[in-house]
């Protein structure tokens, strides 16, 4: 302990033990490190019995009112938190009502501080004295540490013996010197991965030496002599004969040669040449006319030929060009067979270089050169054959080195480069606001309305474009990690070598690594889900929040439960970024905002296909570039809607889950040879199994609620705790056997296709398919190369996709979560049906979608249906303030959970009390509850909730203290969990 001196310093410190955030701590600086530390760092801290990594977060000369522990050292001086991350964890804690070590801990990558671990040693003692008088608790501990050993971790130990709770019998062995607990701290999981390396170690005269002598080769075959003699001749011609003999070479090489296309055979000629002057041939002619009258003839061909026939074309009698030679007149002449050069000389001098070089030269030789071309003249031993490594080692001019290699998500895509395209007069209006924004500076909120396929990202591109020129970076955030491939390739085409993504399906390595290369500055773009906004860019401009309407973006559970959209604004008010909120259907809250003025809404009204490649981009005079071009893309259509009662198909004997007008449309849609996406928010083959005699319904027994039949498991689902349980053949409860599954889920809605269209190619998409590492994209990808006609999916198909191939799109049942008690289940209704409809919208030929529901003129199937956000925000803000829901108030959820019912029911009306005293106190405020959650038991505890609003709850909050087994969630997305 250290008493409080002049001159001394304090830093608080977050702490976390294991997956347990413990909270933040106050500790004294010792002398040694004072100068050193940093908000910020890493440091080694003594807590109870052990020693702990701490990140420090404030430092202060004002001593706390109690005595401190020093420090101990600093783990990692490179700060890990920046004092920005630390003033968004400020803001998350007031504002979320969470603790700022639980902020702060939830913008670090896993596995970045090692988790404490307990090692249960056993005595002397305990290893041999009698085990008399021991509890059977501790009898059972110490017979399983003396089976192993007589030391064991403890969660090992737990795990043996099938106990949780061990601390109180662990203490007292301990205090009776049965055994000792040691503490201690695991390496990292996060740490720099390190491997052997091939380092090029020769100057650039001595691997230039040795290339030069690979390039020779080391081979002398027979076709390399004969084409480097041929590109040493004159005209690249030598004789057949001649060659071969000089060279040695069969004539077979010269075949293989000619069938390579670099030599021509030429065969051996006979030509006949006149050989006496032109008098002495008119005076033959005439003297000799009728005593030789074919030699005559031939002769005044030969003249006609300009002096020279062919022997093999021209058939002269041997006899008559004889008879000729002798007078003199003529004479004969002889080529030998040739061989001639198709290439030129240095193209064959290249290929017989070849020749004579091995297979392992030319190994070599490439290896040679991405050593040169790779960072640090290095490459990873594991990418490279073995041979040629050893022989490059043991020409001295590499050597092998241990050095750290990083782990690239992105690594081995091929990303193609892409110019922008010219905007639409649409888009150009929109751009010239934000492009005009980021002039003025300072920080500027835009909500960035358009449908589906009007060309939102290319705005998103030209702000990023605009962003990295002023030197500053950027974070995009989509609301899955299904839509960051999509996302990234577009967006790494664009600015090639400046992104990368952060999101959980990454390797705890990966996600280490490239937190590093952001926290360094080495990448400018940074995509991702919600997570991905606590990257620490050291000079961040621009937020970008797509879809950002999106339930995703919002935190459930662990704390902190907080919303992505609103901590971006707070990150953009502490960085001075401009923010971009785009949705085909912004979220209530935001469009009531923007009408508010708080944002700047901006509407793009069309959609776009690339124009035509004769369609001229033009740029106006005085314009900034990209801004006001004539619009060089053609509009889409939006697609055709039609809403189907399904209370008729029922009344015309239609019990199929598919309309008739949808079964038509999907035979049409594959005779056409198109694509179309079933939509239905709800996984499983069905949506509960209940028996028709007594109406019992299977249900989990930790959770009460109904069970989900999964056809592809063969069992029954909890979605809320994952428990699995095999489905009854008979009724639990009466025993009949007229249990039956009823509704539907994606994998019925699969079926259902298969039995329509037996020869369709069906692709099924929601959570139970997803949870596979890399599923998604290869899901997305066999559907974009047309390696499927109809993709079932849940509201994963709703988010963003862009597949131009789908001209139908079927919402098999708008009514899922309509009538739930949510008071944004409307709108959640709404912006599923708009965003999935929209899909068919993507294309120059008008698509199709249609809608089946049992409540056809409900507000939010209309609206959806005529893509009309305006009559539905009028609409759903007239209920939203009757009951003075969000926007109108802020909404605050307290949750309490406990084993006994009776207790959490107690618990819970204790709270609505105490705050009943505090909310009176504000006219506008009021509560609902308590009441049972609409998951009444989850995982074995029942649940009770009561609802605050308030036009700020957080003061009727904070400070407020609540024991434990209560959760507060600040702006619920959701009362159905």
Partial sequence: MRLHTAGALYADVIVRQGARVVGTFSYAVPPALQGAIAPGQVVWVPFRRTRLPAIVVALSDQPPDFETRDILEIAEPTPVLTPTQIALGRWMADHYLCSLAEALFAMLPPGL???????VVLSEAGRSRPLDGLFPLSRQVVEELRRAGGEMDLPALARALRKKGLSGTLSRLEREGWLKLATFVEEPAARPHREPFLVLSASPEEVAALRERLLAGRRNPPAARVLEALARSTGGVREKKALCREVQADPEVLETLEAEGLVRSLEEENFLRLAAPEKEMAAFLEREARRFPRGCAWLRRLQEAGGVLDLGAEPVPAEVWRALERRGLVRRERRPAQVRLSVLPEVALARAAALRRTRADERLLALLERLEGAEGRALPLSALGREEAAALLEAGVARTEERERLRDPLAGREIVPQPPPPLTESQGRVWREIYEAFGRGGTRTFLLHGVTGSGKTEIYLRALGRALREGR??????????LTPQTVERFAARFPGRVTVLHSGLSVGERYDQWRRIRDGKVDVVIGPRSALFAPLPRLGLIVVDEEHDDSYKQDDPPPRYHAREAALALARLTGSLVILGSATP???????ARQGHYRLLEVRAGILPAPTDRVRVREAGRPAGVGFIPPLIQTALPRVEVVDMRQELQAGNTSIFSRSLQRALQETLEAGEQAILFLNRRGAATFVMCRDCGYVVRCPHCEVPYVYHADLGRLLCHRCGRRSPSPTSCPACRSLRIRHFGAGTERVEAEVLRLLPSARVLRWDRDVAEVRGS????????????????VGTQMVAKGLDLPGVSLVGVVSADTVLHLPDFRSAERTFQLVTQVIGRAGRREERGRAIIQTYHPDHYAI??????????????EMAF?????????RELARLVYSHSQEGRAREEAGRVARLLAGRVSAVPEARLVGPAPAFVRRKQGRYRWQILLLAPEVQPLLRGFVLPEGWSVDVDPVSLLS
């Fill in 880 to 888: 939203r303030a009757r009951y003075d829901y969000p926007p109108l």
């Fill in 776 to 791: 998604y994209e290869d899901i997305l990808g066999a559907f974009a190369r047309r390696k499927a006609d109809v993709l």
């Fill in 862 to 875: 209309q609206s959806a249906a005529r893509q009309d956000y305006a009559a539905f925000f009028r609409q």
């Fill in 113 to 119: 501080l090692g988790r404490p671990r307990t090692r």
């Fill in 587 to 593: 979220s209530i809250e935001s469009y009531h905002r």
């Fill in 473 to 482: 970076q950027a974070i995009v955030l989509v609301p899955e990690i299904s």
